[in-house]
């Protein structure tokens, strides 16, 4: 009768145990993934996205796209040309320049013949002489003029003749056109080519004759005062001559910005914009801008992105702002990646933002409800090979 009884209570807490273990099971899962989130909660308390310095390489003036040398995806290097705009109006403007000099070395030819004319009134000859040196410094300084105007001119030919043989270079290999063009090119370029250089020597001659009028002219006032109407008759054309030597200046330094260089190395990417305009784009539009169009000063012509990421931007939401500061050391690290082990290193907060911002979709909880948050900046370790705009975990230590 024990033992009957002994089983019985032994079998009914058996049935009680088998009862509770599915509970138990259920417990103890539920309570494996509370620690999950706590664990994750602890590891990441906010998530950024890594992100780089981007060029964005727009017009300097008005003008027409005369040549686009890159393409999508292309690497480029710092100061490789880029684009060139069109230079016809600075060609022509350079010709009214040299038209101009050439005016005014017609006006002192009878400007020379006309002091000659007094001078030859004169009881001496210094007066004479001092006319002609005088003359023979201002013919010379017009004759560097002249020079700089046309070298100028030829060398922004060169430059289109220098991209136009590198064109037809990939053409011929390409099959695509005869090597004669190539060649009718390539003599034009090396034709302009010793055009420049042989001016280029007249020029330095120049500049050589016209300290050797100077000198002869201050050998001959150290020797006599300078006749004041000498001054007051070339005063006009010397005034004149300078005007066109700015001038031609500030259309070298106008020639300089119609060839667009990359201002960084980096990779060519699609022209950013808001979310508005991308909204309205037709395809194909928003990538770069292509030969032909059109552009105003200040519209973008293409964006390059630069290899490495620089930093990580992260909000830091409403309860978590307290804890903010500049120079506070955090964990950065990696989310979960398959295969591979996440990268971890510390760093600090270089940057906060001044103000509650809304954050990027790619960091709302749910993709239909937005967030706020106040923006910062992680520096990224050099030890940390990141990609550009992949997120990454933040915590605090």
Not at 239 to 258: T, W
Not at 348 to 364: A, C, D, H, K, Y
Request: with cysteine; proline share 4%.
């Amino acid at each position: 009768m024990m033992k009957k009884k002994t089983f019985t209570r032994c079998r009914s807490g058996y049935l009680q145990v088998q009862r509770l273990l599915p509970i138990l099971v259920w417990v103890a899962v539920l309570l494996c993934i509370v620690g999950l989130f706590y664990h994750r909660s602890q590891r990441f308390e906010v998530i950024g996205i890594v992100q780089g310095r981007v060029h964005q390489v727009a017009a300097p003036c008005d003008g027409q796209l005369k040549i686009v040398c890159v393409d999508l995806f292309d690497e480029v290097t710092k100061g490789q040309t880029l684009a060139t705009l069109d230079d016809e109006l600075v060609k022509a403007q350079m010709a009214a320049i040299g038209a101009e000099i050439e005016h005014l070395m017609a006006r002192l030819i009878p400007t020379q013949e006309q002091l000659v004319t007094q001078a030859a009134n004169l009881e001496t000859t210094h007066v004479a002489d001092q006319r002609r040196f005088f003359v023979d410094v201002e013919n010379a300084g017009l004759r560097i003029l002249q020079l700089r105007a046309l070298i100028a001119s030829d060398r922004i030919t060169l430059e289109d003749l220098a991209i136009e043989v590198k064109v037809s270079q990939d053409l011929v290999q390409q099959d695509a056109i005869a090597p004669y063009e190539l060649q009718r090119v390539q003599v034009q370029y090396n034709s302009l080519a010793k055009k420049i250089e042989e001016n280029e020597h007249l020029l330095e001659q120049a500049k050589i004759d016209l300290e050797q009028a100077r000198q002869r002219r201050d050998e001959f006032l150290a020797r006599q005062l300078q006749h004041p109407s000498v001054d007051s008759a070339l005063e006009v054309i010397r005034k004149e001559a300078k005007v066109q030597e700015k001038l031609l200046e500030r259309l070298l330094v106008q020639r300089n910005s119609l060839v667009i260089k990359a201002p960084a190395d980096g990779i060519v990417i699609q022209i950013q914009a808001n979310a508005n305009v991308a909204a309205l784009r037709r395809p194909g539009e928003g990538i770069l801008r292509r030969p032909g169009e059109v552009v105003l000063a200040g519209d973008l012509i293409l964006t390059i992105a630069e290899h490495q990421p620089t930093e990580v931007v992260a909000y830091a939401r409403e309860n978590q702002v307290n804890w903010l500061r500049e120079g506070m050391a955090v964990e950065l690290g990696e989310l979960a990646r398959s295969g591979g082990k996440a990268q971890i290193a510390r760093s600090q907060i270089s940057r906060v933002g001044p103000t509650i911002e809304q954050m990027p979709q790619r960091l709302w909880r749910s993709p239909a409800v937005p967030e706020w948050g106040q923006p910062f900046l992680v520096k990224i370790p050099p030890a940390m090979a990141l990609v550009i705009g992949e997120r990454v975990g933040i915590r605090r230590l």
